[in-house]
């Protein structure tokens, strides 16, 4: 009864009100804004996953792989899986996300074939550390439209291929070398870059045989 002595009562007609949003209106925007912002994800980096310019799958898989939801084989066995946990790629190691997308020395191959020569030596280069950081902090180069795109779109590229050839050998059992991945990462990026006004006048071989000048605009 105490509450009720608060209610004000008027000849208006009833409506619903949210208190999420100030004067009670109700939209998409102001409910994301609300929901992200109690469930603590308001720094999500939806600049490196959703707003980046690859297939939908792709994006979530980039977001599953920082959420860390992959399902690496140290996280199935973290599930109640019984396997042994070795790096389907280098076949040494245990296999987590860092050691599959960063430390693993197969992939450590894959990423030298794209970082050597365009200012950075790709055996020392550390792509190591949180993902999301690291994809945050990926090296800008000054270069021509056509290369910048292209560079852009390489890591994600790199680690969309290591995932797919992974599995490959897995439910496949593909015979993998990194040459293979690397062509592979620059087919998926003249493929994500298909319909694009800046890939006009290029060719898939500039990418295959030519990579250094593409990234560095001077090709």
């Not at 191959?109 to 280069?125: P, T």
Request: net charge positive; with cysteine; aromatic share 14%.
């Amino acid at each position: 009864m105490v509450i009720l002595e608060t209610v004000m009562i008027n000849d208006e007609e009833d409506r619903w009100r949210w208190k999420g949003q100030h004067g009670g209106d109700f939209s998409v925007a102001a409910f994301y804004e609300d929901l992200t912002k109690e469930n603590g994800t308001e720094n999500f980096p939806s600049q490196i996953v959703w707003k980046v310019s690859v297939p939908y799958k792709v994006k979530v898989f980039m977001w599953c792989l920082i959420w860390g939801r992959l399902l690496t084989t140290d996280r199935l066995r973290r599930l109640g899986m019984i396997i042994p946990n070795r790096c389907t790629l280098c076949k040494i190691e245990e296999e987590t996300v860092e050691h599959l997308f960063q430390t693993c020395s197969f992939t450590k191959l894959v990423w030298e074939a794209f970082l050597n020569g365009v200012g950075m030596d790709g055996s020392r280069y550390q792509v190591t550390g949180e993902i999301q950081q690291w994809l945050q902090g990926w090296p800008k180069l000054n270069s021509s439209r056509w290369g910048t795109v292209v560079w852009q779109l390489t890591p994600y590229a790199v680690l969309w291929t290591v995932w797919k050839s992974k599995n490959n050998v897995i439910f496949n059992d593909e015979s993998l070398t990194a040459e293979k991945v690397v062509v592979r990462a620059k087919a998926i990026i003249w493929y994500w870059c298909l319909g694009k006004e800046v890939r006009r006048g290029h060719r898939f071989s500039e990418l295959l045989h030519n990579w250094v000048s593409v990234v560095k605009g001077v090709g």
